[in-house]
């Protein structure tokens, strides 16, 4: 079983849907929790970084984290054709800050 | 651009052959990571450097595999004797001590082994 397992997709949904996504995770260890941007052949792109659990919002993007179920969402709101992307979910442990990745969600958004 | 950066952005190579990719951290940036990202997978973690020491290794990162960061500044790794299964995105991202789980990743070199 993977560290974190993320569903793959592919979600597609008509523009100005609010898109959800999540991860669940196996180590009690993570406190820190991210959700990265990746376009088709690029380096990922940091979009929501969270320490510990609770929610964060930034714009159109809200990040929620609940670690007494060790699950965390993202949620897109009034998504746009330029969302369409690939979501990866990340995390690490607070002495130890290598990453440890979902396999990420690819995402269309429809004109 | 003050951002990470990476070269080549691809490279095809015969298999074993030897190759060596580059990354440029942000200026001042601590911290150097690498991973790797195979299709439809996220990036995996390799090894990460603080300053020029190596503090890290995946046991991902076989004997074929070396890393360095000889001044504190950019840093290379190697892939001795190229396999078809190093056919992967290597990534590089790199962050300062302060924020050390903040990572700004680079556009990635392109590895294709033939």
């Known amino acids: 079983q993977k560290e974190v397992e993320q569903d793959p997709g592919p979600l597609s949904v008509p523009e100005g849907a609010i898109v959800s996504l999540n991860c669940t995770y196996s180590?009690?260890?993570?406190?820190?929790f991210m959700w990265y941007r990746q376009y088709s052949r690029k380096g990922p792109e940091l979009l929501m970084y969270?320490?510990?659990?609770g929610n964060k919002e930034d714009g159109r993007f809200t990040a929620q984290v609940d670690k007494s179920s060790k699950y965390i969402s993202l949620f897109i709101r009034d998504s746009q054709p330029s969302d369409s992307a690939t979501y990866l979910c990340?995390?690490?442990?607070?002495?130890?800050?290598?990453?440890?990745f979902g396999a990420g969600t690819t995402v269309t958004v429809r004109a | 651009d003050t951002g990470v950066s990476q070269d080549p952005r691809h490279k095809i190579t015969k298999r074993g052959q030897n190759v060596t990719f580059r990354c440029d951290p942000i200026?001042?940036?601590?911290?150097l990571y690498w991973y790797r990202q195979t299709l439809g997978q996220g990036p995996e973690f390799l090894t990460y450097?603080?300053?020029?020491?190596?503090?890290?290794k995946s046991r991902l990162l076989s004997d074929r595999f070396s890393a360095e960061r000889p001044k504190g500044s950019f840093s290379t790794l190697e892939i001795q004797r190229t396999e078809q299964g190093d056919s992967a995105m290597y990534l590089c991202?790199?962050?300062?001590?302060?924020?050390?789980?903040?990572?700004?990743f680079g556009p990635g070199t392109r590895l294709t082994v033939l």
């Open positions: 991202a790199s962050s300062l001590l302060a924020n050390t789980d903040t990572q700004y």
């Open positions: 180590n009690s260890a993570f406190q820190y």
């Open positions: 969270t320490y510990s659990s």
């Open positions: 990340a995390m690490s442990r607070s002495n130890d800050y290598k990453l440890s």
């Open positions: 200026s001042e940036h601590n911290r």
């Open positions: 450097f603080q300053n020029e020491a190596q503090l890290e």
